[in-house]
């Protein structure tokens, strides 16, 4: 199977004096599931339209392989893209879109008519090759672009805001359908998405991408536990931040005075103290000594089935406190008096 690599070096694009994209650097290795993940006007389908060819970056250098394909023309990369609202031809039927790519290539009839029905066997779609794009669901349309796309056999194939058109619970279906049809292909993908949720249940590895700047790139947990900034911090989930003042060895701040955490180094000064919801306890009275324990006022509860999210006030700081619900528990009610539980080894330090 096609397994490329794809390397961004450097990459900047202005539209005029806008800069969009500033010094994109990103090694994609081959067969990664790849997704570019902020929030809208971040910059994500510029790079993914300049990946593809249609957008051209004023410096920099973009490599597939190890060749610079900068220079070359978008239908001769060898890179397909399936775009959000699809593209397919509404008076074709889904085997004439499907063909579509490999007609313009003037390949035999005999090998279209075979990599037709392998691309719509791949979706699921075999049985509806004479039907016309309109006689479709959103999920079939969605699977004939994708089907389209993968009949030319692409190097690297792109995915723009792929799940977009689809309603909440078709799209969950889908996401994991792609994921089992990327492992099974392998192929080199890269995804765009502004859905934090959808980046991390697919994605190998994800660029979070903020004012046309890459600001971290990882695996999943590796971005959610180790967020290197506020930004990350924040999109990625909800987090806790509280401001501190770190020197030798621990940091202090309004909720008290703890050790430094893991990994921090020997960093001092004004820092932001990050935490999940989740890593936060609630009790009417200090728990477990393994805590850092502060009296706090509860503000506000919201009930969501699988857990309870409190927002409490201790001292000048808000938190949010996510619990587990369990069958019967009455929780706590806004105004309640209680104190709640940082684990130490739950907390990161950000720069301030
Ligand atoms: P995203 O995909 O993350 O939503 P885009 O890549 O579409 O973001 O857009 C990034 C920025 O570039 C936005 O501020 C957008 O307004 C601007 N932009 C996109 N295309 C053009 C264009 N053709 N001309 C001028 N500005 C553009």
Same mark, same amino acid.
């Given at each position: 199977?096609?397994?490329?690599?794809?390397?961004?070096?450097?990459?900047?694009?202005?539209?005029?004096?806008?800069?969009?994209?500033?010094?994109?650097?990103? =090694?994609?290795?081959?067969?990664?599931?790849?997704?570019?993940?902020?929030?809208?006007?971040?910059?994500?389908?510029?790079?993914?339209?300049?990946?593809?060819?249609?957008?051209?970056?004023?410096?920099?250098?973009?490599?597939?392989?190890?060749?610079? &394909?900068? /220079?070359?023309?978008?239908?001769?990369?060898?890179?397909?893209?399936?775009?959000?609202?699809?593209?397919?031809?509404?008076?074709?039927?889904?085997?004439?879109?499907?063909?579509?790519?490999?007609?313009?290539?003037?390949?035999?009839? @005999?090998?279209? !008519?075979? =990599?037709?029905?392998? /691309? *719509?066997?791949?979706?699921?779609? @075999?049985?509806?090759?004479?039907?016309?794009?309109?006689?479709?669901?959103?999920?079939?349309?969605?699977?004939?672009?994708?089907?389209?796309?993968? $009949?030319?056999?692409? !190097?690297?194939?792109?995915? #723009?805001?792929?799940?977009?058109? *689809?309603?909440? =619970?078709?799209?969950?279906?889908? !996401?994991?359908?792609?994921?089992?049809?990327? =492992?099974?292909?392998? &192929?080199?993908?890269?995804?765009?998405?502004?859905?934090?949720?959808?980046?991390?249940?697919?994605?190998?590895?994800?660029?979070?991408?903020?004012?046309?700047? &890459?600001?971290?790139?990882? $695996?999943?947990?590796?971005?959610?536990? #180790?967020?290197?900034?506020?930004?990350?911090?924040?999109?990625?989930?909800?987090?806790?931040? +509280?401001?501190?003042?770190?020197?030798?060895?621990?940091?202090?701040?309004? *909720?008290?005075?703890?050790?430094?955490?893991?990994?921090?180094?020997?960093?001092?000064?004004?820092?932001? &103290?990050?935490?999940?919801?989740?890593?936060?306890?609630?009790? $009417?009275?200090?728990?477990?000594?393994?805590?850092?324990?502060?009296? $706090?006022? +509860?503000?506000?509860?919201?009930?969501?089935?699988?857990?309870?999210?409190?927002?409490?006030?201790?001292?000048? +700081?808000?938190?949010?406190?996510?619990?587990?619900?369990?069958?019967?528990?009455?929780?706590? @009610?806004?105004?309640?008096?209680?104190?709640?539980?940082?684990?130490?080894?739950? *907390?990161?330090?950000?720069? /301030?």
């Amino acid at each position: 199977m096609n397994q490329a690599s794809l390397e961004c070096r450097h990459i900047s694009l202005s539209y005029g004096a806008t800069p969009v994209l500033r010094d994109i650097d990103l =090694k994609i290795e081959p067969g990664e599931f790849f997704a570019l993940l902020g929030p809208s006007g971040s910059g994500k389908s510029t790079l993914l339209r300049l990946i593809a060819g249609f957008n051209q970056h004023q410096s920099g250098e973009l490599l597939v392989d190890g060749q610079d &394909i900068s /220079a070359v023309p978008p239908h001769l990369r060898n890179i397909g893209m399936v775009f959000q609202n699809y593209a397919l031809w509404p008076h074709m039927t889904v085997g004439e879109n499907v063909a579509f790519g490999l007609e313009e290539r003037r390949l035999p009839r @005999a090998t279209v !008519r075979e =990599k037709v029905g392998r /691309a *719509l066997d791949l979706v699921g779609l @075999a049985e509806y090759a004479g039907r016309r794009p309109g006689q479709l669901s959103g999920g079939q349309q969605q699977r004939v672009a994708l089907a389209r796309t993968l $009949a030319i056999e692409p !190097r690297v194939l792109l995915l #723009d805001e792929p799940l977009s058109n *689809l309603d909440a =619970k078709l799209r969950h279906h889908m !996401r994991r359908e792609l994921v089992a049809m990327q =492992k099974q292909l392998s &192929i080199t993908t890269i995804f765009v998405t502004h859905d934090q949720e959808e980046a991390m249940t697919t994605a190998d590895r994800i660029a979070v991408m903020h004012q046309g700047v &890459i600001q971290q790139v990882g $695996a999943p947990t590796a971005l959610y536990d #180790d967020p290197v900034n506020r930004f990350v911090a924040e999109f990625v989930g909800t987090i806790n931040l +509280v401001p501190g003042e770190a020197s030798a060895g621990t940091v202090a701040s309004s *909720l008290g005075t703890v050790g430094l955490p893991a990994g921090s180094g020997s960093r001092t000064g004004r820092v932001e &103290i990050a935490f999940r919801p989740h890593s936060v306890a609630l009790s $009417a009275a200090p728990g477990n000594a393994s805590r850092h324990w502060v009296a $706090a006022t +509860v503000s506000e509860r919201e009930f969501l089935g699988e857990f309870v999210r409190y927002r409490v006030r201790a001292g000048d +700081v808000e938190l949010i406190a996510d619990q587990p619900h369990a069958l019967g528990d009455p929780g706590f @009610a806004p105004g309640a008096r209680v104190h709640v539980g940082v684990d130490p080894g739950q *907390l990161r330090l950000i720069p /301030a």
